[in-house]
């Protein structure tokens, strides 16, 4: 079973990026996802988290309005749609099946968790 998380790349400030997180050999909707990301010299950051059987979704404060997650049954993946970024957005970006707490965002400590390896946003002002 694997996740893997793509879409990332270079964007102006202001730009859009999406980023996908495709599973495989699982059925990534019975799950919930998050995504994390993690910047040079900072600690990961859970952003995004959306539940697995309804569509609700949790937000930190840095992404809130900007970034959309949502999840595409059918073809088995999930995204992070990006608008707006910002330098600061600059950052390895992590998806994983966890835990969605809708207070305090995606629960990184889970022992059941899988991981995507990251994929990079850079973003220039």
């Known amino acids: 079973v694997q996740l893997q998380a793509s879409g990332g790349g270079s964007v102006q400030a202001g730009g859009s990026l999406r980023l996908s997180c495709a599973a495989s050999e699982f059925t990534l909707s019975h799950y919930p996802v998050g995504w994390f990301r993690q910047a040079p010299g900072r600690e990961r950051e859970g952003i995004s988290c959306i539940s697995a059987d309804s569509p609700n979704t949790y937000y930190a404060d840095s992404v809130k309005g900007r970034f959309i997650i949502s999840r595409d049954k059918i073809k088995n993946t999930a995204y992070l749609q990006m608008n707006n970024v910002q330098p600061e957005d600059t950052a390895i970006y992590y998806c994983?099946?966890?835990?969605?707490?809708?207070?305090?965002?995606?629960?990184?400590?889970?022992?059941?968790?899988?991981w995507g390896h990251g994929t990079l946003v850079t973003v220039s002002s």
């Open positions: 994983a099946t966890v835990g969605c707490n809708l207070k305090y965002g995606p629960e990184a400590v889970d022992p059941h968790s899988v």
